[in-house]
């Protein structure tokens, strides 16, 4: 009998990570902080950057918020709402972030293509009739818009590219938009593609059909879409504004997030604050009436904003999801009482000789008070005591919960930071140091210490906790501390080989 049935339980109510897989999550899901400031601010199209920490609900704010728009305007198709648009795919703008040279505009022309995309994928998932209306409404310079914003800002991009983003943006906007289109109903995404595809012939039909004459109107449209002057972002964002309005939309809010997940940025809180600072530089952009940007972005990145790259953040609307002890309480509770239908809660797991009060507050600390952190580690709570076999009690004790801990810490956190980076902090072997521990041992100089805190830093792995007197009444020495609970984990209980171990010859000469 596994530890679920053991508890009376009608399965692992922390079997699931991704809020995407669970059916019943409506039914126990505690709404993530700020969810409803998130969605005030969409519709009424005000710009606002949501910050927080890895699994902190950032993701699934975005995605709730973009669901619940398109739900909206579904249900309420007499309101008008604002066309909501995912932005979490950059790799358009990467190359010439990797050179140093993305602006303002590259970021707007990005979020240009995916919002001609949506339109597109939109007008495709109607009924015939519907789309027709819509298209039959569109006046001369309507269509001279249109022409323009797909030849400057949506068929630069190669067709491969965008047949693959295409596709999945049609699977984004089917998990929200809901529609009595058969074709869409039943997802049959090849005949989908057809119709988008037979959509984009029309417009670029138009270019040549002399009858509308619209070429040279959507021309001079073109090239103010496309030129270098300081104006050319605000004159995108403004346009697309219009294209939303000419389709009944209040507006456009884009939701960009997983900046931090990208090829280039790799965890680098540097690199993510550099990949967004040309908008968010650039107030007049966060300020284009019907136009608004709704940033999710991990929550190391503020203090970059705050210390390094200046940012006005006062003129910003901004926030920091944290979740309360009671909230995060909450969460367990509601899942174990709906597996249990009722009759469990988080403290009813436990052996009688285990503290629920300070088992609990460990795994908070131990999951940096993240929700999915912790719902990841209670999944290892309930297979590592399974794993014991017979050796385990019907209730969870305390060999479980050190298990889990230790297992859980070892199998996170290289997901999170680079092996070579982990394991040059293991083999310091301290949870708290100077800049000289570093030179004594990894056998560096002064300044190679200082790079090595820098890019521990940089990845959020370690952070300035106060300074100590210097030798011999000279200038103190900055004290450092490692950040990550789980890496100070398994450094205090030695459950790295590495931890503690002497700098070889055939290390790195990173680290020589």
Same mark, same amino acid.
């Given at each position: 009998?596994?530890?679920?049935?053991?508890?009376?339980?009608?399965?692992?109510?922390?079997?699931?990570?991704?809020?995407?897989?669970?059916?019943?999550?409506?039914?126990?899901?505690?709404?993530?902080?700020?969810?409803?400031?998130?969605?005030?601010?969409?519709v009424?199209?005000?710009?606002?950057?949501?910050?927080?920490?890895?699994?902190?609900? $950032?993701?699934?704010?975005?995605?709730?918020?973009?669901?619940?728009?398109?739900?909206?305007?579904?249900?309420?198709?007499?309101?008008?709402?604002?066309?909501?648009?995912?932005?979490?795919?950059?790799?358009?703008?990467?190359?010439?972030?990797?050179?140093? *040279?993305?602006?303002?505009?590259?970021?707007?022309?990005?979020?240009?293509?995916?919002?001609?995309?949506?339109?597109?994928?939109?007008?495709?998932?109607?009924?015939?009739?519907d789309?027709?209306?819509?298209?039959?409404?569109?006046d001369?310079?309507?269509?001279?818009?249109?022409?323009?914003?797909?030849?400057?800002?949506?068929?630069?991009? &190669?067709?491969?590219?965008?047949?693959?983003?295409?596709?999945?943006?049609?699977?984004?906007?089917?998990?929200?938009?809901?529609?009595?289109?058969?074709?869409w109903?039943?997802?049959?995404?090849?005949?989908?593609?057809?119709?988008?595809?037979?959509?984009?012939?029309v417009?670029?039909k138009?270019?040549?059909?002399?009858?509308?004459?619209?070429?040279?109107?959507?021309?001079?449209?073109?090239?103010?879409?496309?030129?270098?002057?300081?104006?050319?972002?605000?004159?995108?964002?403004?346009?697309?504004?219009?294209?939303?309005?000419?389709?009944?939309?209040?507006?456009?809010?884009?939701?960009?997030?997983?900046?931090?997940?990208?090829?280039?940025?790799?965890?680098?809180?540097?690199?993510?604050?550099?990949?967004?600072?040309?908008?968010?530089?650039?107030? *007049?952009?966060?300020?284009?009436?019907?136009?608004?940007?709704?940033?999710?972005?991990?929550?190391?990145?503020?203090?970059?904003?705050?210390?390094?790259? =200046?940012?006005?953040?006062? $003129?910003?609307?901004?926030?920091?999801?944290?979740?309360?002890?009671?909230?995060? $309480?909450?969460?367990?509770?509601?899942?174990?009482?709906?597996?249990?239908?009722?009759?469990?809660?988080?403290?009813?797991?436990?052996?009688?000789?285990?503290? &629920?009060?300070?088992?609990?507050?460990?795994?908070?600390?131990?999951?940096?008070?993240?929700?999915?952190?912790?719902?990841?580690?209670?999944?290892?709570?309930?297979?590592?005591?399974?794993?014991?076999?017979?050796?385990?009690?019907?209730?969870?004790?305390?060999v479980?919960i050190?298990y889990?801990?230790?297992?859980?810490?070892?199998?996170?956190?290289?997901?999170?930071?680079?092996?070579?980076?982990?394991?040059?902090?293991?083999?310091?072997?301290?949870?708290?140091?100077?800049?000289?521990?570093?030179?004594?041992?990894?056998?560096?100089?002064?300044?190679?210490?200082?790079?090595k805190?820098? =890019?521990?830093?940089?990845?959020?792995?370690?952070?300035?906790?106060?300074?100590?007197?210097?030798?011999?009444g000279? =200038?103190?020495?900055?004290?450092?501390?490692?950040?990550?609970?789980?890496?100070?984990?398994?450094?205090?209980?030695?459950?790295?080989?590495?931890?503690?171990?002497?700098?070889?010859?055939?290390?790195? =000469?990173?680290?020589?």
């Amino acid at each position: 009998m596994n530890i679920a049935q053991s508890l009376g339980l009608k399965g692992n109510p922390f079997e699931h990570y991704n809020a995407e897989k669970e059916p019943d999550i409506a039914a126990y899901a505690v709404r993530p902080p700020y969810l409803e400031t998130i969605a005030q601010r969409a519709v009424g199209l005000s710009s606002f950057i949501l910050f927080g920490d890895r699994g902190a609900g $950032k993701s699934a704010t975005r995605l709730t918020v973009y669901k619940e728009a398109w739900e909206a305007a579904a249900r309420e198709p007499t309101i008008a709402q604002p066309f909501i648009v995912n932005l979490t795919d950059f790799g358009q703008i990467l190359d010439k972030f990797k050179r140093d *040279q993305l602006k303002d505009k590259d970021v707007c022309t990005l979020a240009a293509f995916f919002v001609i995309e949506q339109i597109f994928a939109w007008l495709s998932s109607l009924e015939d009739k519907d789309r027709e209306r819509h298209l039959n409404e569109l006046d001369k310079h309507d269509k001279a818009l249109i022409l323009a914003l797909l030849e400057g800002l949506y068929l630069t991009t &190669p067709e491969l590219d965008r047949d693959t983003s295409t596709s999945e943006a049609f699977k984004l906007l089917g998990s929200a938009w809901t529609t009595q289109s058969k074709i869409w109903i039943t997802r049959r995404w090849g005949s989908v593609s057809n119709i988008f595809a037979g959509l984009l012939h029309v417009f670029i039909k138009n270019k040549v059909d002399e009858s509308l004459d619209i070429k040279d109107s959507s021309e001079r449209i073109l090239t103010s879409l496309v030129g270098d002057s300081v104006n050319t972002p605000k004159a995108i964002l403004s346009k697309l504004v219009e294209l939303s309005r000419m389709f009944g939309f209040t507006g456009v809010c884009i939701l960009v997030d997983k900046l931090d997940e990208t090829s280039e940025t790799d965890n680098s809180v540097e690199a993510t604050a550099r990949l967004i600072h040309p908008v968010l530089s650039n107030i *007049q952009l966060l300020e284009v009436e019907g136009f608004s940007w709704m940033f999710f972005v991990w929550g190391n990145v503020e203090d970059h904003f705050n210390s390094k790259l =200046k940012i006005r953040l006062d $003129k910003i609307a901004n926030a920091k999801i944290v979740w309360t002890t009671e909230q995060l $309480k909450q969460m367990l509770d509601r899942r174990i009482e709906f597996y249990s239908e009722g009759a469990t809660k988080f403290s009813d797991i436990f052996a009688d000789n285990v503290d &629920p009060e300070l088992t609990f507050k460990s795994f908070c600390t131990l999951s940096l008070r993240s929700p999915r952190e912790l719902i990841r580690l209670m999944d290892t709570l309930f297979r590592e005591h399974d794993a014991r076999g017979n050796e385990a009690t019907p209730k969870i004790d305390s060999v479980s919960i050190e298990y889990a801990q230790d297992k859980y810490a070892r199998d996170t956190i290289q997901t999170w930071y680079k092996k070579e980076t982990l394991l040059q902090l293991y083999r310091l072997g301290k949870t708290s140091f100077i800049n000289k521990d570093i030179q004594t041992t990894f056998r560096i100089g002064d300044q190679g210490a200082r790079n090595k805190i820098t =890019k521990w830093s940089d990845v959020g792995l370690v952070r300035q906790s106060g300074s100590v007197p210097g030798d011999s009444g000279g =200038k103190p020495s900055f004290l450092y501390e490692v950040s990550d609970p789980r890496v100070a984990r398994i450094i205090e209980r030695g459950l790295d080989e590495l931890v503690g171990a002497a700098l070889e010859t055939t290390d790195s =000469k990173d680290e020589v």
